[in-house]
């Protein structure tokens, strides 16, 4: 997330790279301001109970170059444009030469205060020795009192610089330190194996040490070894999708027996009179009704369960649910619960809409996630992953932005789960519904609760025998 300070040290890149472009004699337009790597609007930050993912942008406008790969993952990992700066060109392949590249040659790109370098062969990325390579190194000094001494290097390194050096990630981030403080251009700088710090006692405390430009300076004396395509201009690469998870569902709270708690599902209800009759044959056979999600509660050990409990659902957000199923559950006194496919919700004629879910949920209902676009998620599980998951994560973040906070449950499209998909599920859901019939429900089967398949047009009786005990 950013903050004020980032937002003015990044204010003062964008100034500088107007300059960096000119100097160095490469295109540029006017720049347009985006969310960069892990932004997120000061005031929209996710909260801890989130789901969702946040865009990853890979196309940096203010210099016209993308960041990617593995560099992309170094950059993110490691401060991003504080610490690198904006990208002055794309990758680009350097070859081994003499063998410093590694033994097949290496990734590049330059970065207005780095250069990063990706060896294919180890898969590591690394800040190239910039200092080094400027021939910044001085001469070894002996140990001054009140600082840290580098005898690898022979240098001193104290105050303020010490501690941004320490907070930038050490000599894993910049190296030893290879000179002492020095005075350059009107600034006390401190030159290292991969940076150099400068001292500007002018800006806000906590923006007074500066990691310099000198990926722009080394790319202004090397511009002869870079390949003219990695310096154009680049058609933008699309923002990558990172997923936000909230915390894991905890483990239940004590262990709880196996229960006989029967489910029924439910699609179309074509008309309200024989719903009602069911309803109150299971009234009469003495079934006490519960939602899912209290079910589910009992479940985990965090709440009772009444006697001769019986749950109802209904999946799929069909309109007829809302025009006849709701009815009938009001007059009852009926807490149910609705399975909802959200990419149908408003878009699919005979559904439902986001206003007539939300008034389900109004009634008192919970309103629950059957996917996007009701896909079977194991055999999406095979052929596209990605795809797979956002069916299963994607359509509880709809749900949530659209409805508020739910049960989180969730209910298998055509009642298909595997360890797989229910591992998936597990990570966000607190419990997940199949079908397969049956009524015993148990902590070790939460994420595949059994239900019974139910139709208005069927006997009470015969779902009745259905359900132990009846």
């Given at each position: 997330?950013?903050?004020?300070l980032?937002?003015?040290?990044?204010?003062t890149?964008l100034?500088?790279?107007?300059?960096?472009?000119?100097?160095l004699?490469?295109?540029?337009?006017?720049?347009v301001?985006?969310?960069?790597a892990?932004?997120?609007?000061?005031?929209?930050?996710p909260?801890?109970?989130?789901?969702?993912?946040?865009?990853?942008?890979?196309?940096f406008?203010e210099?016209?170059?993308?960041?990617?790969?593995?560099?992309?993952?170094?950059?993110?990992?490691?401060?991003?444009?504080?610490?690198?700066?904006?990208?002055?060109?794309?990758?680009?392949w350097?070859?081994?030469?003499?063998?410093?590249?590694?033994?097949?040659g290496?990734?590049?790109?330059y970065?207005?205060?780095?250069?990063?370098?990706?060896?294919?062969?180890?898969?590591?990325v690394?800040?190239?020795?910039?200092?080094?390579?400027?021939?910044?190194?001085?001469?070894?000094?002996?140990p001054?009192?009140?600082?840290?001494?580098?005898?690898e290097?022979g240098?001193n390194l104290?105050?303020?610089?010490?501690?941004?050096?320490?907070?930038?990630?050490?000599?894993?981030?910049?190296?030893?330190?290879?000179?002492?403080?020095?005075?350059?251009?009107g600034?006390?700088v401190?030159?290292?194996?991969?940076?150099?710090?400068?001292?500007?006692?002018?800006?806000?405390?906590?923006?007074?040490?500066?990691?310099?430009l000198?990926?722009?300076?080394?790319?202004?004396?090397?511009?002869?070894?870079?390949?003219?395509e990695?310096?154009?201009?680049?058609?933008?690469?699309?923002?990558?999708?990172?997923?936000?998870?909230?915390?894991s569902?905890?483990?239940?709270?004590?262990?709880?027996?196996?229960?006989?708690i029967?489910i029924?599902?439910?699609?179309?209800?074509?008309?309200?009179?024989?719903l009602?009759e069911?309803?109150?044959?299971?009234k009469?056979?003495?079934?006490?009704?519960?939602?899912?999600?209290?079910a589910v509660?009992?479940l985990?050990?965090?709440a009772?369960?009444?006697?001769?409990?019986l749950?109802?659902?209904?999946?799929?957000?069909?309109a007829?649910?809302?025009?006849?199923?709701a009815p009938?559950?009001?007059?009852?006194?009926?807490?149910?619960?609705?399975?909802v496919?959200?990419?149908?919700?408003?878009?699919?004629?005979?559904?439902?809409?986001?206003?007539?879910?939300?008034?389900?949920?109004?009634?008192?209902?919970?309103?629950?996630?059957?996917?996007?676009?009701?896909?079977?998620?194991?055999?999406?599980?095979?052929?596209?992953?990605?795809a797979?998951?956002?069916?299963i994560?994607?359509?509880l973040?709809?749900?949530?932005?659209?409805?508020?906070?739910?049960?989180?449950?969730?209910a298998?499209?055509?009642?298909?789960?595997?360890?797989?998909?229910?591992?998936?599920?597990?990570?966000?859901?607190?419990?997940a519904?199949?079908?397969g019939?049956?009524?015993l429900?148990?902590?070790?089967?939460?994420?595949?609760?059994?239900?019974?398949?139910?139709?208005p047009?069927y006997?009470?009786?015969?779902?009745?025998?259905?359900?132990?005990g009846?």
């Amino acid at each position: 997330m950013s903050n004020p300070l980032q937002l003015t040290r990044r204010r003062t890149l964008l100034a500088s790279t107007l300059g960096t472009l000119a100097a160095l004699g490469l295109p540029f337009g006017s720049p347009v301001r985006t969310a960069l790597a892990g932004d997120l609007p000061i005031d929209h930050a996710p909260s801890a109970d989130y789901i969702g993912y946040v865009l990853i942008p890979r196309y940096f406008p203010e210099t016209r170059h993308n960041v990617n790969g593995a560099i992309l993952d170094y950059f993110r990992a490691n401060g991003e444009v504080e610490a690198f700066g904006y990208p002055l060109t794309e990758e680009f392949w350097e070859p081994a030469g003499d063998g410093a590249n590694g033994p097949n040659g290496r990734m590049v790109q330059y970065f207005q205060r780095a250069r990063l370098e990706y060896d294919p062969d180890t898969k590591i990325v690394r800040r190239g020795p910039l200092g080094e390579l400027l021939g910044k190194r001085q001469p070894a000094v002996e140990p001054l009192p009140g600082l840290r001494y580098y005898p690898e290097t022979g240098h001193n390194l104290g105050g303020a610089f010490l501690q941004f050096f320490e907070a930038a990630g050490g000599l894993d981030a910049l190296g030893y330190p290879i000179s002492e403080e020095v005075s350059e251009n009107g600034h006390v700088v401190q030159w290292f194996q991969n940076a150099r710090l400068e001292w500007w006692p002018e800006n806000a405390a906590g923006a007074q040490v500066q990691l310099g430009l000198i990926g722009t300076e080394y790319l202004r004396a090397s511009l002869r070894e870079v390949p003219i395509e990695a310096l154009r201009p680049a058609q933008p690469l699309e923002p990558l999708r990172e997923w936000v998870l909230p915390p894991s569902p905890p483990p239940p709270a004590r262990p709880v027996p196996p229960q006989h708690i029967p489910i029924l599902y439910y699609h179309q209800v074509p008309s309200q009179g024989p719903l009602r009759e069911q309803i109150r044959a299971f009234k009469e056979a003495g079934r006490t009704f519960l939602s899912l999600g209290r079910a589910v509660q009992a479940l985990r050990g965090e709440a009772s369960l009444p006697e001769r409990p019986l749950v109802l659902t209904f999946d799929d957000s069909w309109a007829s649910q809302i025009a006849n199923a709701a009815p009938v559950l009001q007059a009852e006194g009926i807490q149910a619960t609705f399975f909802v496919i959200t990419r149908f919700l408003g878009t699919m004629p005979g559904y439902m809409t986001w206003d007539q879910v939300r008034a389900l949920k109004e009634m008192g209902h919970e309103v629950e996630s059957h996917t996007q676009n009701h896909a079977d998620v194991v055999d999406l599980l095979k052929k596209d992953r990605g795809a797979a998951i956002a069916e299963i994560w994607e359509s509880l973040s709809i749900l949530e932005d659209r409805l508020g906070r739910s049960q989180r449950l969730f209910a298998y499209p055509n009642g298909t789960w595997n360890d797989e998909a229910a591992a998936l599920v597990a990570r966000v859901y607190r419990a997940a519904a199949t079908t397969g019939g049956g009524d015993l429900q148990s902590q070790s089967r939460l994420y595949a609760l059994r239900r019974i398949k139910a139709e208005p047009s069927y006997p009470p009786e015969m779902l009745l025998k259905q359900m132990a005990g009846a």
